[in-house]
Protein backbone atom coordinates (compact mmCIF):
# COMPACT_ATOMS: atom_id res chain seq x y z
CA UNK A 1 0.00 0.00 0.00
CA UNK A 2 1.18 3.68 -0.86
CA UNK A 3 -0.21 6.62 1.09
CA UNK A 4 0.18 10.34 -0.75
CA UNK A 5 -0.89 13.01 2.19
CA UNK A 6 -2.20 16.16 0.60
CA UNK A 7 -4.20 19.39 1.73
CA UNK A 8 -0.92 21.01 4.28
CA UNK A 9 -0.85 25.00 4.24
CA UNK A 10 -0.62 27.76 6.26
CA UNK A 11 -3.72 29.08 7.90
CA UNK A 12 -4.31 31.06 10.41
CA UNK A 13 -6.05 30.49 13.73
CA UNK A 14 -9.62 29.89 13.48
CA UNK A 15 -9.61 28.46 9.85
CA UNK A 16 -10.60 25.40 8.50
CA UNK A 17 -8.48 22.97 6.31
CA UNK A 18 -9.21 19.26 4.98
CA UNK A 19 -6.47 16.78 4.53
CA UNK A 20 -6.59 13.89 1.82
CA UNK A 21 -4.82 10.44 1.88
CA UNK A 22 -5.06 9.01 -1.04
CA UNK A 23 -4.27 5.13 -0.57
CA UNK A 24 -2.65 2.36 -3.76
CA UNK A 25 -4.07 -1.03 -3.45
CA UNK A 26 -7.38 -3.01 -3.69
CA UNK A 27 -8.36 -3.77 -0.45
CA UNK A 28 -8.41 -0.45 0.82
CA UNK A 29 -11.65 -1.02 2.43
CA UNK A 30 -9.84 -3.70 4.86
CA UNK A 31 -7.48 -1.37 6.26
CA UNK A 32 -8.32 0.46 9.17
CA UNK A 33 -6.63 4.28 8.82
CA UNK A 34 -4.83 6.83 10.83
CA UNK A 35 -3.75 10.42 10.94
CA UNK A 36 -0.54 11.57 13.28
CA UNK A 37 0.75 14.54 13.54
CA UNK A 38 4.48 15.47 14.49
CA UNK A 39 5.79 18.71 15.49
CA UNK A 40 9.17 19.87 15.41
CA UNK A 41 11.25 18.36 18.55
CA UNK A 42 8.31 16.08 19.29
CA UNK A 43 6.97 12.55 19.16
CA UNK A 44 4.63 11.40 16.77
CA UNK A 45 1.28 11.46 18.32
CA UNK A 46 -2.14 9.91 17.29
CA UNK A 47 -5.00 12.71 15.76
CA UNK A 48 -7.65 10.61 14.81
CA UNK A 49 -8.56 6.75 13.59
CA UNK A 50 -11.43 5.26 11.38
CA UNK A 51 -12.44 1.52 10.75
CA UNK A 52 -12.59 -0.44 7.45
CA UNK A 53 -16.34 0.84 6.70
CA UNK A 54 -15.98 4.04 8.44
CA UNK A 55 -18.60 3.15 11.49
CA UNK A 56 -16.18 3.44 14.12
CA UNK A 57 -14.04 6.77 14.60
CA UNK A 58 -11.93 7.79 17.46
CA UNK A 59 -9.92 11.25 18.13
CA UNK A 60 -7.29 12.33 20.63
CA UNK A 61 -8.31 14.55 23.72
CA UNK A 62 -7.22 17.66 21.88
CA UNK A 63 -8.64 17.53 18.27
CA UNK A 64 -12.12 16.10 19.96
CA UNK A 65 -15.21 18.37 18.50
CA UNK A 66 -12.83 20.34 15.97
CA UNK A 67 -11.53 17.66 13.93
CA UNK A 68 -13.33 14.72 11.57
CA UNK A 69 -11.71 12.00 10.34
CA UNK A 70 -14.16 9.90 7.55
CA UNK A 71 -13.13 8.22 4.08
CA UNK A 72 -14.23 7.13 0.56
CA UNK A 73 -13.40 3.52 0.01
CA UNK A 74 -14.58 3.99 -3.05
CA UNK A 75 -12.11 6.71 -4.11
CA UNK A 76 -9.80 4.74 -1.49
CA UNK A 77 -9.26 8.15 0.36
CA UNK A 78 -9.12 8.91 3.85
CA UNK A 79 -10.01 12.80 4.68
CA UNK A 80 -9.17 14.87 8.03
CA UNK A 81 -11.67 18.04 8.28
CA UNK A 82 -9.92 20.06 10.97
CA UNK A 83 -11.33 23.17 12.23
CA UNK A 84 -10.76 26.08 14.49
CA UNK A 85 -7.12 24.84 13.88
CA UNK A 86 -5.13 26.74 16.79
CA UNK A 87 -1.33 27.54 16.50
CA UNK A 88 -0.51 24.34 18.64
CA UNK A 89 -1.87 22.34 15.49
CA UNK A 90 0.97 23.26 13.49
CA UNK A 91 3.20 20.27 12.61
CA UNK A 92 3.08 17.82 9.87
CA UNK A 93 0.66 15.46 9.11
CA UNK A 94 0.95 11.98 8.57
CA UNK A 95 -1.54 9.27 7.35
CA UNK A 96 -0.83 5.72 7.96
CA UNK A 97 -2.92 2.19 7.41
CA UNK A 98 -2.75 -0.65 9.59
CA UNK A 99 -3.37 -4.23 7.91
CA UNK A 100 -6.80 -5.19 10.43
CA UNK A 101 -9.83 -3.44 9.83
CA UNK A 102 -10.48 -1.77 13.49
CA UNK A 103 -9.19 1.64 14.29
CA UNK A 104 -6.91 2.19 16.50
CA UNK A 105 -4.58 4.90 17.92
CA UNK A 106 -1.26 3.29 18.60
CA UNK A 107 1.53 4.46 16.52
CA UNK A 108 2.89 0.55 16.11
CA UNK A 109 0.10 -1.11 14.97
CA UNK A 110 0.32 0.81 11.36
CA UNK A 111 2.17 -1.07 9.04
CA UNK A 112 2.27 1.46 5.87
CA UNK A 113 3.03 5.68 6.28
CA UNK A 114 2.29 8.10 3.69
CA UNK A 115 4.81 11.00 3.59
CA UNK A 116 3.20 13.93 5.19
CA UNK A 117 2.00 17.26 4.78
CA UNK A 118 2.99 20.20 6.69
CA UNK A 119 0.00 22.53 8.44
CA UNK A 120 1.16 25.58 9.76
CA UNK A 121 -1.23 27.93 11.69
CA UNK A 122 0.01 31.42 12.66
CA UNK A 123 -1.81 33.23 15.34
Known amino acids: VQLQASGGGLVQAGDSLKLSCAAS????????MGWFRQAPGKERDFVAT????????YYADSVKGRFTISRDNAKKTVYLLMNSLKPEDTAVYYC?????????????????WGQGTLVTVSS
Open 50 to 57: ISGNGGST
Open 25 to 32: GRTFSSYG
Open 96 to 112: AAKTLVGPSGYRNDYRY
